[in-house]
């Protein structure tokens, strides 16, 4: 059974620091990775979306790796702000029945304070 | 592109009523929907997984009669809380997988229902 662990739990910074949030997972037989931001009460909003080939993605400050062969995969904030804070979720996905079947990390909590 | 849309956001309901949340995919079709729920400060939790024309298929230890869910169409799935309770009360989340071409381009979120039982 595929488990997806997420650290830190909770990360609080002050403005302007770059950070790495990182989410491991047991299985690499994945489909491929996906990390997304949830702003308290909030649905969940896709940040980075990384195939199982692929080893990075970049979206503006926002940089996602992954090493499927040892169950990793990095995001990376560039000159963190306030409108940063919120929970951070990794996402791994795999083939199921036809499906690709998402299992998720705990999130990681930031604040980043002026 | 790939917009899910999740209706009512919130929703207050008496304890024995029962409530039913929309989840639509706005300019895709959607063969397969998911639903979640999210317990404060927990992870999500996979309930069911809705597929269109047939039965969902429910995780473990989710009530299959409490949670009805039905995908009569390709870009609608509805998922209805019976007879709430205090308990159901939660944050549930839909989301649906958007694939085209062969690609699986990820998940898709609508934006959530707060659901709260009196």
């Known amino acids: 059974k595929q488990e997806v662990t997420q650290i830190p739990a909770a990360l609080s910074v002050p403005e302007g620091e770059n950070l790495v949030l990182n989410c491991s997972f047991t299985d690499s037989a994945i489909y491929n990775l996906q990390w997304f931001r949830q702003d308290p009460g909030k649905g969940l909003t896709s940040l980075l979306l990384i195939q199982s080939s692929q080893r990075e993605q970049t979206s503006g400050r926002l940089n996602a790796s992954l090493d499927k062969s040892s169950g990793r995969s990095t995001l990376y904030i560039a000159a963190s702000q306030p409108g940063d804070s919120a929970t951070y979720l990794c996402a791994v996905f795999a083939a199921s029945g036809g499906s690709y079947i998402p299992t998720f990390g705990r999130g990681t909590s930031l604040i980043v304070h002026p | 592109g790939a917009v899910v849309s999740q209706h009512p956001s919130r929703v207050i309901c008496k304890s024995g009523t029962s409530v039913k949340i929309e989840c639509r995919s706005l300019d895709f079709q959607a063969t397969t929907m998911f639903w979640y729920r999210q317990f404060p400060k927990k992870s999500l939790m996979l309930m069911a997984t809705s597929n269109e024309g047939s039965k969902a298929t429910y995780e473990q230890g989710v009530e299959k009669d409490k949670f009805l869910i039905n995908h009569a169409s390709l870009t609608l799935s509805t998922l209805t809380v019976t007879s709430a309770h205090p308990e159901d009360s939660s944050f549930y989340i839909c989301?649906?997988?958007?694939?085209?071409?062969?690609?699986?381009?990820?998940?898709?979120f609508g934006s959530g229902t707060r659901l709260t039982v009196v």
């Open positions: 989301s649906a997988s958007f694939a085209r071409g062969g690609a699986n381009y990820g998940y898709t």
